[in-house]
Nanobody
Framework: VRLVESGGGLVQPGGSLTLSCTDS????????IGWFRQAPGKERVGVAA????????YYADSVKGRFTISRDNAKNTVYLQMNSLKPEDTAVYAC???????????????????????WGQGTQVTVSA
């Protein structure tokens, strides 16, 4: 499994950006893709996740209503549409694959990082005027 992110960059506050995460292949049919971010000097945290089987989505409170995660199974790609960006959204964003995910996962269990086995390299998002 190889995950490759793209779409990061510099954007002004209030602007939008879409990140992509392309998965080169996976050994399981039931899994989730999560987006995580790490700001300088802070811990990595989950922001959005999607269960590939049925499209169920999960969001951190800090991004609800502003970020949308979606997938295109034909392209093995997951997108993170980020709107109304704020300076505090500045971070390195990385996608990851969780092969243990299933339909019983509760929202507060969606971002357990130890369960994400494969990680991309990350892409920088900077929100600044």
């Amino acid at each position: 499994v190889r995950l490759v992110e793209s779409g990061g960059g510099l954007v002004q506050p209030g602007g939008s950006l879409t990140l992509s995460c392309t998965d080169s292949g996976h050994a399981v049919d039931s899994y989730a893709i999560g987006w995580f971010r790490q700001a300088p000097g802070k811990e990595r945290v989950g922001v959005a996740a999607i269960y590939i089987v049925d499209g169920t989505t999960y969001y951190a409170d800090s991004v609800k209503g502003r970020f949308t995660i979606s997938r295109d199974n034909a392209k093995n790609t997951v997108y993170l549409q980020m709107n109304s960006l704020k300076p505090e959204d500045t971070a390195v964003y990385a996608c990851a694959l969780n092969p243990y995910f299933d339909e019983s996962v509760e929202p507060d269990e969606a971002f357990i990082q130890d369960e994400y086995d494969h990680w991309g390299q990350g892409t920088q998002v900077t929100v600044s005027a």
